[in-house]
């Protein structure tokens, strides 16, 4: 897919791919958004991190992002002894990967609300309750979903760039695993204000 190269000056956060670069430009937006991500993915759950990842890259997949899609598919194949086959599976026919019927259930719900909030219904919630999934576990996915959708719009909406090799991805995963989103991001913000 080719991306749309918008007349943007370097100083718009160009000098880092994806939404690192925008937040190195709007460090007052970024922190927000950090501290979002990082309770959504990282913070207390009986999801999984791994799981909660792979809800973050089916949305984004589904939103054709290549920089969400490619860099939270990494996170999630680190967290899963990078089994990048399985997390592929996920993005792309989540109802007969290898996964949970509670995690399938609530990966439908998630791909509602990428579609529209209002596309979610009784019946999804029915169904994922039925897996095992909590109302918290609902919740998340839920606001995971919208999270990334907003997320997703700001990368592509400015037309940031991505890197192709995905080697860079696997290693910006393990720091990510090891540190979270938010020292990651102030680490690239430093660099670029050196």
Excluded at 37 to 62: C, K
Excluded at 112 to 119: M, Y
Excluded at 178 to 189: K, N, R
Aim: hydrophobic share 40%; with cysteine; aromatic share 6%.
């Amino acid at each position: 897919m080719a991306y749309i190269e918008l007349p943007i000056h370097p100083e718009l956060g160009r000098e880092l791919p994806g939404i690192v670069g925008l937040m190195t430009f709007r460090p007052e937006t970024a922190a927000p958004i950090n501290a979002l991500v990082n309770i959504l993915l990282r913070g207390e759950s009986t999801l999984t991190p791994g799981e909660r990842e792979m809800i973050a890259t089916h949305v984004s997949w589904r939103n054709d992002c290549f920089f969400c899609q490619t860099i939270h598919g990494a996170v999630a194949a680190a967290h899963l002894n990078h089994d990048e086959k399985l997390v592929q599976a996920v993005k792309t026919d989540w109802a007969n990967a290898g996964i949970s019927p509670r995690l399938k259930a609530l990966l439908n719900i998630a791909g509602k609300v990428q579609q529209g909030g209002k596309q979610v219904t009784e019946e999804d919630v029915t169904a994922a309750r039925e897996e095992g999934a909590t109302d918290r576990e609902i919740h998340d996915t839920v606001l995971i979903a919208a999270v990334f959708c907003m997320c997703n719009r700001y990368v592509d909406g400015l037309g940031t760039w991505a890197p192709e090799d995905l080697d860079i991805y696997r290693g910006r995963a393990e720091e990510i695993v090891e540190h979270g989103y938010s020292a990651v991001t102030e680490a690239a913000t430093a660099q670029v204000l050196r």
